[in-house]
């Protein structure tokens, strides 16, 4: 947007949410995003929000920004700004499990926990490699190559992303064995990615 959101672009915002959702049952969720140009070319949003529209999207309408965003390679700072809020989305994937027993909101919980676990795991390898990979099984492959332990974990990770079940156990297991890996390790990049002061 030209200037910052106010109520009613994000009330047009969920109603759009609702619709695709409304529209295309395979979809668990849709989000819509909204930020103003002086927001996006922030320096805060140097590894976020700046990265995600250059690398990441295409312009379907309006004025194309990516050419004039700056090149980014892989790195901890994308991996922290990507990431960050993963233990907020692991804690609420919990949450669901623990008290809706209704099978489609299992199912959503794991499919969204699942694939959280399986690209910020890969946020890990991406840090300390500088490798990029954008496809779930290719980022959990990675993400098996470079930790043994886990590589069972990030595959029926990257399997319940795709076709989640609705048993709660099963979800459940990966986030308390491969979700709190995932959480430290992820926090260690972070850490390690903020400026000193």
Known sequence: LWTPAEP???????????GLVARFP????AGVALSDLEEVRSPRQRYGM???????SVCVCG???????PRTRPSAAVAAAFHE????????????LRTRPDP???RRACRIASKRMVQA???????????????LEEQAAAVGAAFPRWAAAAALAAEQGRRPVADPEVVAGLLETFGRWVEEALAQVVAD?????
């Open 8 to 18: 009613a672009d994000r009330l047009a915002a969920g109603r759009v949410e609702q």
């Open 121 to 135: 795991g890969f946020a890990v390898v991406m840090a300390r490699d500088g490798v990029w990979a954008t496809v």
């Open 63 to 69: 004025e194309d920004l990516r050419p004039g965003l």
């Open 193 to 197: 990615a903020r400026p000193a002061s």
């Open 26 to 29: 395979v979809l668990p969720t």
């Open 50 to 56: 700046q990265v995600f529209l250059r690398d990441l």
């Open 85 to 96: 809020d993963t233990p907020a989305v692991l804690a609420r994937a919990r949450e669901a």
């Open 104 to 106: 489609e909101a299992v």
